[in-house]
């Protein structure tokens, strides 16, 4: 199976900064990377498919780059409703595998 | 507008058998894979498997390969999970997600709770 590790584990940030989350998979995955988002209490969103296609709905400020084994996902100007886990996932191979989350607060 | 409606979860002692239901609306149901997730309490999320169109192709991660079933009725617009054997390990959340290489849509999720 393909490993994704993500990093960090946990993040603090404050209104209007930009944060960039890291996804690291354990072998060339080509861009097969979705991101999401889950909310307290809620099933986790798409937010971005083929490592950059932001999905319908989803604000401009989040975009998504990276190729072969190393991917990011960045948000711009930070806002309260950003507080979330975020969780990559690659779907070049089977099974489809996820990284461990990204627990992002406000500071 | 998508919909997808997880059901059946509870509360099931080790060893007993469960069965989840995923009634979808607002797309075409027989025109997608569908798939099962999971997360347990406080942990990441776990795909299950996977079914086609016509289930002809099920795929599953290989460690629930032989204590869980996916199927489906396209006429009733639904999605199975059938889990037998079940253990203290498998207490988790379960989605059911419309699979298009990623998951574009996800249910509510039902939580399972396996405990004597």
């Known amino acids: 199976d393909i490993q994704m590790t993500q990093s960090p584990a946990s993040l603090s940030a404050s209104l209007g900064e930009t944060v960039t989350i890291e996804c690291l998979a354990s072998e060339d995955i080509y861009s097969n990377l979705a991101w999401y988002q889950q909310k307290p209490g809620k099933s986790p969103q798409l937010l971005i498919y083929?490592?950059?296609s932001l999905n319908d709905g989803v604000p401009s400020r989040f975009s998504g780059s990276g190729s072969g084994t190393q991917y990011s996902l960045k948000i711009n100007s930070l806002q309260s409703e950003d507080v979330s886990i975020y969780f990559c996932q690659q779907n070049y191979d089977s099974p489809p595998t996820f990284g461990g989350g990204t627990k992002l607060e406000l500071k | 507008e998508v919909k997808l409606v997880e059901s059946g979860g509870g509360l099931v002692q080790p060893g007993r058998s469960l069965k989840l239901s995923c009634a979808a609306s607002g797309f075409s149901f027989n025109d997608y894979w569908m798939g099962w997730v999971r997360q347990a309490p406080g942990k990441g999320l776990e795909w299950i498997g996977e079914i086609n169109q016509d289930s002809s192709t099920i795929n599953y991660t290989p460690s629930l390969k032989d204590k869980f079933t996916i199927s489906r009725d396209n006429a009733q617009n639904t999605l199975y999970l059938q889990m037998s054997k079940l253990g203290s390990e498998d207490t988790a959340i379960y989605y059911c997600a419309r699979e298009y290489s990623y998951f574009d849509y996800w249910g509510q999720g039902v939580m399972v709770t396996v405990s004597s």
């Open positions: 083929y490592a950059n």
